[in-house]
């Protein structure tokens, strides 16, 4: 829940504010509640600057966590805001980083709104060529969203650039069209707003009717709002009217009134216009010293606020009443100020850093002045106090560097107590010899006693089941094991995202933490449980687990030894789970060197035998050669012969030929028979039981 600032609400809308608060405390969810945080930093924006911007911060803080595409939104809430408080250089940045994060998001809507803000700031500052061109842009934007809301904005923005270059007919266009978009919509505070610029308009046009009607159309609503700062705003406007119409006194009475409740608002922004108008009127009267006075003081506030316009005219009117007091010094002083002013807006950003350097240095010569003052006229007073300051201050030095020595030595005992269970663990034989399961009863056990508290478990991060599983759990009180359990990713989202963007999750109050919230109804509040001290363990990169340390009865504080403490016993189990795999490598490369062994003795006896077989196949290849060379050829030769010599002698008869051609022929078909009986029969082939079995 966000902290609610106690804030003096008065002139402000308070049933509004108090209503924007309540809506902030009881935002059913997030998103709810940045909107809400988003209309407070708006409704104190000009009363209360300080709380707008704290506000805005919140919600933008509010709008990065939950990824919103609109958060330049409270971005130019800040920048409002500061405009309003009358830093006009922290307003520009503001500005600028909604336009950066707009574009990125493709916010049209606040890109217009941020251009729109530049413009205005720009022309206040008297930079109206850059002016224009952010309030022609935001314009643009806000046409092409047909948000009349922004145009009616963009508007005003246009109608007042037209104004100060005096482009009165263009300026009353754009202020009218406002006016007429902004009672449609039925705002009372944005017609308020468009009335007042019109009442300005018309003033310095010189209507001064026009203008009071105006104005006092204005206040007729103002004061049914009881709005302080628009209040200020329009006295402030029908006190010029009533300056422009020579009613002297009821002018004066208007500004005062207008005055005290810019001062009481410390609406910064308002009060340089409002205090040349009160030197103006008194001008006019012939208060000259007081005249002067306001007339410096409106000088002071334009340097601080970097309003180059009403710092000119301070110069002017205190340039006219050196004059009147016939101080030849300051006239010129002031005059030469006053023209340099006016002959140098190009170079008016070495003209801010001048005004500011002697604004500053104005503000530290008066504090030294009013310092020297006090330490005069209360010497013996400050010195008293001083002594007894030093006498405290030593008291505090000395009872805090013992308290601080003593939180050191328990801290050390407590880190050389921790490290020492780190050495234990390193030594452990279970996680040196790779046994996961002993190693893990061994860590929560130890780390249970160690930081004394209530439970401690290791889980087992499994994305593809989308769960984790407990390895170990172990509770304190009963010195038990507890049984394995497992939790489902969607049980509680906000903590699994949390896991993986931070290593420890330190929860002192574990049922109201962002965090761990999820589990206040469904786990912490029927096992009595506190407090949760959580850190997260890594494997070849990835997120493998996480060590769980709960409190139960009461809440625990977690000191940063207890978080360097899990964090380290974090690490070891990554390292009892790299033992493990080194066992389970050590074991399969064992297997396969088994399984290579015996392969290699298979091998080499299939070798050997099919080497004794290729021997015994070239062997019978060679008998075979021998046999075809030899045995088939001698019959086949003299058949060949014969049959070659009964071609050439043609007086040898056939008859002739007959019996030794028939008896090579019995002989190598005998011979081809037995080949073929051998091989039919299985058995080896030689040439001596060729011929063995021709002599038998």
């Not at 007894?388 to 201050?393: E, Y």
């Not at 599983?469 to 049980?491: E, G, H, M, P, V």
């Not at 051609?661 to 011979?671: A, F, V, W």
């Not at 091989?679 to 080896?684: A, F, I, M, P, Q």
């Amino acid at each position: 829940m966000f902290l609610l600032l106690a804030l003096p609400l008065a002139g402000q809308n308070t049933e509004l504010i108090q209503g924007l608060k309540r809506d902030v405390a009881r935002a059913p969810n997030d998103d709810q509640r940045y909107e809400a945080l988003n209309k407070l930093s708006w409704e104190l924006r000009t009363a209360f600057p300080d709380s707008g911007i704290f506000y805005a911060q919140k919600a933008l803080a509010l709008g990065r966590a939950l990824g919103r595409k609109d958060i330049a939104k409270p971005l130019n809430f800040i920048g409002v805001a500061n405009t309003h408080k009358g830093d006009n250089l922290a307003a520009y940045d503001f500005y600028k980083q909604a336009l950066g994060v707009a574009a990125e998001n493709k916010d049209l809507l606040q890109a217009g709104h941020a251009h729109n803000n530049i413009g205005r700031l720009f022309m206040e500052q008297g930079l109206l060529d850059k002016a224009y061109e952010h309030l022609v842009l935001g314009k643009k934007m806000f046409d092409e969203l047909n948000d009349p809301t922004g145009i009616a904005y963009s508007l005003q923005g246009l109608g007042g650039y037209y104004r100060i270059t005096r482009q009165w007919k263009q300026s009353e266009e754009n202020y009218l069209a406002a006016l007429k978009i902004r009672i449609g919509l039925g705002n009372k505070k944005e017609i308020i707003s468009a009335q007042l610029q019109l009442g300005k308009l018309y003033l310095s046009d010189n209507k001064v009717d026009l203008a009071l009607r105006y104005f006092e159309s204005a206040d007729s609503i103002a004061q049914t709002m009881h709005d302080l700062i628009s209040t200020s705003e329009i006295k402030v406007g029908i006190g010029e009217c009533l300056f422009g119409q020579g009613n002297l006194v009821e002018a004066e009475k208007k500004v005062s009134e207008g005055l005290a409740n810019i001062l009481r608002s410390n609406n910064i922004r308002l009060l340089p216009e409002a205090y040349l108008i009160m030197g103006q009127i008194l001008h006019k009267k012939g208060n000259i010293p007081e005249a002067k006075e306001y007339f410096t003081k409106t000088l002071e506030v334009s340097t601080s606020r970097q309003d180059l316009n009403v710092r000119m005219e301070a110069y002017f009117f205190l340039w006219q009443t050196d004059k009147l007091q016939l101080n030849s010094h300051a006239v010129f002083d002031n005059y030469e100020n006053y023209v340099a002013l006016k002959d140098s807006i190009k170079r008016l950003e070495a003209e801010h850093r001048e005004s500011q350097f002697r604004f500053q240095l104005a503000i530290e010569r008066k504090d030294s002045e009013n310092l020297l003052l006090k330490v005069r006229s209360e010497r013996k007073t400050a010195v008293i106090f001083v002594l007894v300051v030093l006498v405290i201050s030593a008291i505090i030095i000395v009872y805090q560097l013992i308290r601080n020595k003593r939180q050191m030595m328990k801290r050390n005992r407590t880190l050389e107590s921790h490290m020492t269970t780190l050495v234990d663990f390193s030594k452990n034989r279970s996680l040196a010899v790779g046994n996961l399961a002993h190693a893990a009863r061994d860590i929560v056990s130890i780390t249970a006693k160690k930081l004394q508290t209530s439970q401690v478990s290791i889980w087992i991060y499994h994305e593809n089941e989308g769960c984790i599983k407990t390895l170990a759990c172990y509770n304190l009180a009963s010195d038990q094991y507890l049984d394995a359990a497992s939790l489902a990713f969607c049980d509680a989202p906000h903590y699994f995202e949390a896991i993986k963007k931070e290593r420890i999750i330190a929860a002192v109050d574990a049922r109201t933490d962002p965090a761990t919230r999820e589990f206040t109804d469904t786990y912490f509040i029927p096992n009595n449980i506190y407090s949760l001290l959580d850190a997260t363990f890594f494997l070849d990169g990835h997120l493998k687990g996480l060590l769980c340390c709960e409190h139960q009865h009461k809440i625990k504080t977690w000191s940063a030894e207890d978080k360097l403490f899990v964090s380290s016993v974090a690490d070891i189990i990554t390292l009892a789970f790299r033992s493990s795999q080194r066992l389970e490598y050590e074991k399969h490369i064992k297997d396969q060197s088994r399984k290579i062994a015996h392969m290699n003795e298979v091998l080499e006896d299939r070798v050997k035998h099919r080497t004794e077989e290729l021997e015994a196949q070239n062997k019978r290849l060679s008998e075979y050669a021998f046999i075809n060379s030899h045995l088939l050829r001698g019959p086949l030769s003299r058949i060949l012969g014969l049959i070659n010599l009964l071609d050439h002698d043609k007086d040898l008869k056939e008859s002739d030929l007959i019996v030794p051609l028939r008896k090579s022929g019995e002989e190598l078909d005998q011979i081809v028979r037995k080949i073929t009986e051998a091989l039919n029969d299985g058995k080896h082939l030689t040439v001596e039981r060729l011929r063995d079995e021709e002599v038998g």
